[in-house]
DNA sequence: ACCTGAACACCGTTCAAGT
DNA sequence: ACCTGAACACCGTTCAAGT
């Protein structure tokens, strides 16, 4: 049967949440398909045009509807749910902080934007709510590429307390970064919590 | 004559400035060098040890002295040292970043601890310093590694003019971010500029 | 102690040729 | 239109053997 783009990502997601992305290779993705590696670019120009399509495809369910929200938990949630999503895949945080560097992540792009919509709300100029939509995303990839070399770090000897302990740990961290930022732009653009 | 480390550091930060990160490989490095591949595995376990003294490397300019300087300053001064250093070499932005997640580079973590000890001086307690510390070097290294990306994207085809308007821009818009981080952090511990 | 030579097990990408 | 086969030009790492 034909080859079609999402049998691809589907098959690449699978291998990157099996095996990591160091094994996310062309040609082993070709050799679990059962096609030769050429066929792949059939489908994709390069490697990273077919990766930005793994992090669309991981950066699904961080796509929420804020609509209603007041600006600063429209940042925590859709801040929350891209860290959500980026932990639910082995290395997706790498993959998609990678994807948005190279540019190759139309997802990422819309995210930044709601971002950036939450920022106006919160009463910052058009350049100003860009730029704060950007330091959110820096640190949200930053933080969660952090957090996920860790914990796979950890994956050896890790007792189930001491996890569990040190995730609400990690939670706690991630909101306290967050909550740097949003008051910072609340001190910067005069808005108050309602 | 005989390999040593420094030699090969420098060499190695050569070929980052004339060609870039994507060429260079271990094989490339040695055939720089006049050496065989192997041997740069005497000197280094690997190439991600190599690439962490590489970016120490880079990151030497980067270390200051703050001593004496209120904890704002010594946030502000101490991230835009940070930013000339990764500028200042091809790609130092990224493979600066990839050390830092491969906990290669011995430098960043002295930056983080000067960083932590600001926020310290800022009011924040242990916990809360180090998660600023670490929050700051995200946005530097996020916001650095993107405008490194772009100035090299637009390569072709910029004016002078154009292109010093947009490098100020770039100053301004790295600004306003540290300043999000720093008002957000002086918001949260109740600390005021002198 | 330090390095060579050669091998092992891979890569991404291209492209004539096939169906 | 879609894919194969084979090639091109590379990788990182290891390790017996040399000096």
Redesign the interface.
Known sequence: MQLHKPDVVDAAAAILDNYGIADLSMRRLARELNVSPGALYWHFANKQELLGAVADHILRPAVIDVAGLNWRHAIQDICAALRDALLSHTDGA?LVSASF?AGQSETVTDIVAQLAAAAADAGARN??AD??A??L???V???T??EQ?RRQWDAAGALSDEQSVLMSDTDR?FA??L??????????EGATAP
């Open positions: 790498e560097a350049d100003d730029s704060t950007r330091t995303l820096y640190y990839l930053g933080f590429v952090d070399s961290q306290f970064g909550r740097l930022l949003i008051d910072g732009l609340a001190a910067h």
